[in-house]
């Protein structure tokens, strides 16, 4: 099932964040294919990332940690957290999906957070991982709109598209330990 919630954070904390990753010092990283975990190189599938932490298949945590883990501390506990990032994906002056895929092939709980105004829909299919990812039945076309936040089964296969109408698409993926919800 997908959650929306909008207005997810305070106004004061969301504004920090996007100043932080929308300002001229956040440091963003090519990668040729932004859904791919291996980095394929597929033309118009670029974008930019930020790996902020990571528990798979090493731990690494960046200098924006401390910062973003009040928003992760939202809807998590600090030793669920196995992945955070943030990601850029630039207008490309087409209509574009990117490559539907999921996180990690375990059970997980992914989450999508929109940084900045745009366009680019995130959608999240009723099918999951391992079934391959023929004959998709959508559950959920989400637009994105700032300070909002997603939140679905992480082996649902997922994408998400270019914007086309603004410059870019700012959002923080995070994934998470799989829990029970009705305990939260």
Known sequence: ???????????????E??????GNTFPWFYKNN???????????QYGFSSLIYEKIPEVYSSNYFDF??????????????????ADMITNKNIELNHDIHVDFNFEHISSVFYVNESDGDTIVYKNKYPEEPNNLVIEEKICPKPNRL??????????GKSPNKHNNRVIINTNTKKYDSSNR
């Not at 973003?68 to 990032?85: G, T, V, Y």
């Not at 089964?153 to 997922?158: F, R, S």
């Open 17 to 22: 964040i996007q100043e932080v990753l929308l």
């Open 34 to 44: 932004i859904t791919s975990y291996y980095d394929k190189n597929d033309i118009n």
């Open 150 to 159: 997603v939140i679905f089964d992480g082996l649902q296969w997922h994408t």
């Open 68 to 85: 973003l883990l009040p928003f992760m501390l939202q809807f998590s506990n600090k030793s669920d957290i196995l992945r955070c990032r």
């Open 1 to 15: 099932m997908v959650k929306v919630i909008d207005s997810f954070l305070s106004a004061g904390y969301f504004k």
